[in-house]
């Protein structure tokens, strides 16, 4: 009997079990096409998992040679790496067909479109599919409650138990894992994830593949993108709705009739994806249309919701897909380089509902994200609501809203601008004014103390005069104070009006840089004329 293999089968399903088992018969040649080695080997280069998968099943097909069990042939004209990495789409495996074609042998493939041009050409062949299991799967290292697990060459197996925010990393055993067990086990991943459904090879780059199987998101690396070989497995650990998250009365509102622009915000592991998840189920299930851009495409979401992934590496060219099905609602899952954010605006001026996923140490730092990659003066028409996810919770809400006015902390009404102000949702408490000062963006945080401290420009001045020297130097300006008010809080005056309250430093002395609010502030009043005073607070 005669076979041709595929790269498929070689670089993921494999067929040397099944030969030494004696499946296909006795008396048995394997036809390997000089075009498969080529892809092999060029896959190899290029640190993929798939080549070198391939070059361990050619070590074990020529192992079987040697013990009499089979016969390998090596076919064909041998194309170089080059035109292996140039040749369209389909070439490859029509060279492969044409090599059964000529020994009239049958081919072997786990590729389903392969499968079918054979078929369509009279050409013998057997579609491959999973049979049977390995004697260890990614999925039989978690524990009930694992958030992840990571198998690293030469490391004992570990994992992260627990929820997020609150987890532990324990030890699975106490023995090294082998560069064979990950070898192995990276093969197991990777013919399931061409053979099941909802498995996915999401990423296979030089060094590093990632691969969605089913709910495991598993990032396979090796060198040179690591120092050794690491296998690493995430998944979700519950799947919840909005109710879990006990949203208020008002938020609920909020993401039904006025929320269009929504920003999940958090750092690596609150539970951001979650959160997407049961945002797009609630979507889902107030009759709107739901769709998802991700990649990996790993949002446990209901079989109505469509996950979109990028299209040719590329989600601007999924957006112009995504324009023509008509959503209503997308989760953009994640928001990390400059294009993402632009597609994210984008489809947001289309009219098409958005929710973004982006990783943030604060609420605030997920609207900087955006300053310099879109203009200033849309980022409210892009954004309105930001939710930040903390410890699998919801921690803090904020809101969005253009106007035009004088900052806070400023007193002339000749300094008016646009100001986007970001409030608290809940307590609609003024958090932040964002606005252009000169030729920079500047967010200003509003404390209580700084708006209490705006109120009594209203009142008369408080406090006694203390003696200050200003001066100007070539990065700063300094407000020297006698050494006895080191780490006082000062109030500022431009002649009887309140400027701001700062905090002296140790020396007595208040350092500000020109380029800042409070360092720009007191420059213009010095350049109107006015003299500073300082008064105890």
């Known amino acids: 009997m005669r076979y041709v293999v595929d790269t498929s089968v ?27 080695l080529a892809e092999i080997e060029y896959q190899a280069n290029m640190a993929k998992t798939t080549g070198f998968h391939g070059l361990e099943e050619l070590r074990r097909l020529r192992q079987l040679e040697r013990e009499g069990k089979i016969r390998v042939l090596i076919v064909g004209e041998r194309p170089t790496l080059q035109q292996v990495r140039l040749a369209p789409g389909g070439e490859l495996d029509n060279l492969v067909r044409r090599e059964a074609e000529k020994y009239s042998a049958t081919l072997l493939t786990s590729d389903h479109v392969q499968a079918a041009m054979c078929e369509a050409e009279g050409i013998n062949v057997i579609l491959l599919k999973e049979e049977g299991k390995e004697s260890r799967r990614i999925q039989d290292y978690f524990l009930e409650d694992s958030l992840s ?12 138990r627990g929820t997020p925010g609150s987890w532990k990393l324990e030890r699975l055993s106490d023995k090294p894992v082998t560069r064979r067990e990950l070898e192995e086990l990276a093969s197991q991943i990777i013919k399931e994830a061409r053979s099941a459904p909802r498995c996915f090879i999401e990423i296979d780059e030089e060094g590093a593949t990632v691969v969605q199987l089913r709910e495991y998101r598993i990032a396979i690396t090796r060198p040179p993108f690591s120092e050794r070989m690491e296998i690493t497995a995430v998944r979700p650990l519950l799947k919840v709705t909005l109710d879990d998250y006990a949203p208020s009365e008002k938020l609920r509102r909020r993401l039904i009739e006025e929320a269009e622009g929504v920003l999940i915000a958090g ?31 790993d949002l446990q979401v209901n079989p109505e919701i469509t996950q979109y992934t990028a299209l040719r590496g590329d989600m601007e060219r999924t957006a112009d897909v ?6 209503d609602y997308c989760i953009y899952d994640e928001l990390r380089k400059t294009k993402d954010f632009q597609v994210f605006a984008d489809l947001r001026f289309a009219g098409v509902g ?15 994200r955006f300053i310099g990659r879109v203009e200033l003066g849309l980022i409210c028409r892009i ?41 608290d949702f809940e307590t609609g408490e003024l958090q932040y004014e964002i606005y252009t000062f000169g030729e920079q963006t500047v967010v200003v945080p ?3 103390r700084f708006a209490r401290g705006v ?19 070539k990065k700063h300006v300094v407000l020297t104070l006698p050494e006895k008010f080191a780490g006082a809080s000062i109030d500022v005056y431009a002649d009887e009006r309140y400027l701001f309250t700062l905090k002296a430093d140790g020396a007595g002395k208040i350092k500000l840089r020109k380029n800042t609010t409070y360092g720009e502030a007191i420059l213009n009043e010095i350049e109107k004329g006015k003299r500073i005073t300082c008064r105890s607070a």
């Open 149 to 160: 697990v990571h198998l690293k060459e030469d490391v004992p197996p570990m994992t992260k």
């Open 10 to 36: 070689l670089a993921g399903s494999g067929i040397s079990k099944e030969l030494k088992a004696g499946k296909f018969g006795e008396d048995v040649e394997i036809i390997i096409p000089q075009v498969v």
């Open 322 to 327: 995504l324009l023509l099905v008509r959503p």
């Open 267 to 297: 750092r690596p592991g609150a539970g951001k994806s979650t959160f997407a998840s049961a945002l797009a189920e609630f979507y889902q299930k107030q009759g709107k249309i739901v769709k998802t851009l991700e990649k990996p495409r």
């Open 354 to 368: 958005l929710v973004g996923v982006v990783h943030a140490s604060r609420p605030i730092d997920a609207i900087q």
């Open 446 to 448: 509003i404390s209580p």
């Open 383 to 423: 954004i309105d609501t930001v939710i930040f996810i903390e410890d699998g919770r919801v921690g803090q809400v904020l809101s969005l809203n253009m106007t035009v006015k004088v900052p806070t902390g400023m007193t002339e009404a000749d300094l008016a601008r646009p100001v986007i102000e970001v409030r």
């Open 455 to 473: 109120k009594r420009r209203k009142r008369e001045v408080r406090g006694a005069e203390v003696p200050v020297e200003v001066e100007e130097r």
